[in-house]
């Protein structure tokens, strides 16, 4: 299994000759990253997060292609009738050859006053855990974490209590296209630390980058 980061939330996991998609939202060069996908995830509607005229763009031009998403998402996209599946915290899926096992159902706290919106994660064939924009831990291990590494929503300590409670095998940055080069400085110091803690390698991936998950 390889992991790919294309931007900011957004990730590539692949397996032979297939791929699922996550998050492929506005930062992330979303008609790029879904010109080859044979599934897509997307965890809530935010614009970083789902591009909804680049999805809709792929999916008219590649008619299997389709899409597992949180309710709000879904109800979005019900023109494109059974290709868009609802999921939601407990549901375990095959999506494109992978086993995904849904996790989470809230979005992190961004005002005071405002209810969270759905916020689905997805645990990937029990290796890649992406939370979208929450601080969710599954009930099951998780050997290679996509970490989020800035947001509104997020500070530095909780960063560090959300690795030491998940406690992955290795972490890779997403959600960090907010940051300028001195922002992603302090964000990798602090990602570094926090995998230091536990003994492993946390780091932050370029777009673009592809990494090779197979265990020792």
């Not at 790029?32 to 970083?48: M, S, Y």
């Not at 996209?77 to 494109?96: E, F, K, M, N, P």
């Not at 029990?126 to 831990?137: K, M, R």
Request: with cysteine.
């Amino acid at each position: 299994m390889r992991l790919t980061k294309l931007g900011h939330a957004c990730v590539q996991i692949s397996k032979d000759d297939r791929s699922v998609v996550i998050d492929p939202g506005a930062f992330s060069e979303a008609s790029a990253a879904l010109a080859t996908a044979d599934a897509v995830l997307i965890t809530h509607e935010h614009f970083d997060h789902f591009d909804a005229d680049a999805l809709r763009a792929a999916m008219a031009e590649r008619p299997s292609l389709e899409v597992w998403t949180s309710r709000v998402v879904a109800e979005s996209l019900a023109d494109l009738g059974g290709r868009v599946h609802q999921v939601g915290h407990g549901d375990a899926v095959t999506v494109a050859g992978f086993d995904v096992h849904v996790y989470g159902e809230d979005h992190e706290i961004l005002h005071p006053d405002v209810p969270p919106i759905p916020n689905t994660g997805f645990l990937i064939d029990g290796e890649v855990f992406h939370p979208g924009d929450a601080l969710t831990v599954p009930s099951e291990p998780v050997p290679t974490l996509c970490l989020p590494g800035n947001a509104p929503w997020l500070k530095v300590p909780e960063l560090y209590a959300y690795t030491r409670e998940v406690r992955p095998e290795r972490a890779f940055v997403v959600h960090d296209g907010l940051l300028n080069d001195i922002g992603l400085q302090v964000m990798k110091k602090h990602v570094g630390q926090a995998g230091e803690e536990l003994g492993k390698e946390f780091v932050r991936l370029e777009p673009g980058t592809t990494v090779d998950l197979a265990r020792p």
